[in-house]
């Protein structure tokens, strides 16, 4: 399970960042005060704009950002005072985490096998699975330089899943990926649901929200501004569709007093 209680991210901007964000004030905040429960068997999707603070919610949890204030759990582990238990529990990719281009699928594949402990045996067995689900195989040896956007994701989700874990927390998986790829990996994301694991995707692409998601989250301005099913969230709105919801969302919380 993914506990996230009162999550508020603070970024310190550099006088650098200041100029280019064009604001006077040296903190922005992120994230503020948003709260998560994702359960097993279940994928929740974070969806929002640019800047909503999903990329930084994501990595909170992941255990590659501490949060400024509140805490998160992820299969009962703090992820600030635990965060190695944690780190062998998830599954974390991103799209600013790149596979080394020198390397090959099989050689990233391996090398990660290993720092989380695994046999050679093991390593083998995973890596036959994952590379026949994905199509890996056939240019398992390439380097990673020489693949294609849609053949190094396909190889970056592959090498993240290497022990088999709990919690897979994806920041915008299909980003790039054509939809015959996308599909590929949407498909699997439903399959890891269905063997009990607990799935948590960022997205800004509205149907794929509605597609894969049991439930969604939708965060404006680091806020979380509703979350439930589709239906639910439908409901609340009013909205013909998702997307139709998410703009009447941005619409009422897209103002200068939250920004
Ligand atoms: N390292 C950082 N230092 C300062 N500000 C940051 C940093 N990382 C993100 N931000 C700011 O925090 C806010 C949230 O960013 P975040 O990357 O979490 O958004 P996002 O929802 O993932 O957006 P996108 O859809 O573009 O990926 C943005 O205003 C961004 O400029
Ligand atoms: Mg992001």
């Known amino acids: 399970m993914i506990q996230v209680n009162n999550l508020t991210k603070v970024y310190k901007l550099s006088k650098k960042q200041m100029a280019e964000q064009k604001t006077k004030k040296n903190m922005k905040k992120a994230v503020d ?21 999903k990329t930084t919610t994501l990595r909170c949890i992941a255990t590659l950002l501490k949060p400024t204030e509140g805490d998160i759990s992820v299969c009962g582990l703090d992820t600030v005072t635990q965060s190695e238990g944690v780190r062998n529990k998830i599954a974390f990719l991103t799209n600013e985490i790149k ?29 036959k699975v994952l590379f026949e689900q994905f199509g890996i195989t056939d240019f398992k040896d390439k380097k990673i330089d020489e693949l294609s956007t849609g053949m190094k994701q396909k190889a970056a989700i592959a090498v993240s899943l290497v022990h088999d874990p709990e919690v897979v ?17 949407t498909d699997y994301l439903k399959e890891l649901r269905a063997q009990g694991k607990v799935v948590i995707v960022s997205t800004h692409i509205m149907t794929e929200a509605e597609k894969l998601c049991d439930r969604i989250g939708i965060i404006i301005n ?26 009447r969302l941005y619409e009422k919380y897209n103002t200068e007093e939250v920004r």
């Not at 948003?34 to 999707?45: F, L, N, Q, S």
């Not at 090959?104 to 045996?121: C, K, N, V, W």
């Not at 994806?170 to 990996?185: Q, S």
């Open 222 to 247: 680091g806020q979380k501004v509703m979350e439930g099913t589709l239906s639910q969230i439908l409901t609340e709105t009013q909205g013909e569709d998702l997307e139709d919801a998410f703009f």
């Open 169 to 185: 927390i994806f920041d915008e998986p299909t980003n790039g990926l054509d939809i015959v790829t996308a599909r590929t990996v």
């Open 33 to 53: 005060n948003v709260d998560i429960k994702a359960v097993p068997g279940e994928i929740y999707g974070l969806l929002g704009p640019n800047g909503a603070g």
């Open 99 to 127: 596979l080394d281009p020198q390397f090959s699928p099989t050689y990233m594949f391996r090398f990660f096998g290993r720092l989380h402990g695994l046999t050679e045996a093991q390593i083998n067995e995973r890596m």
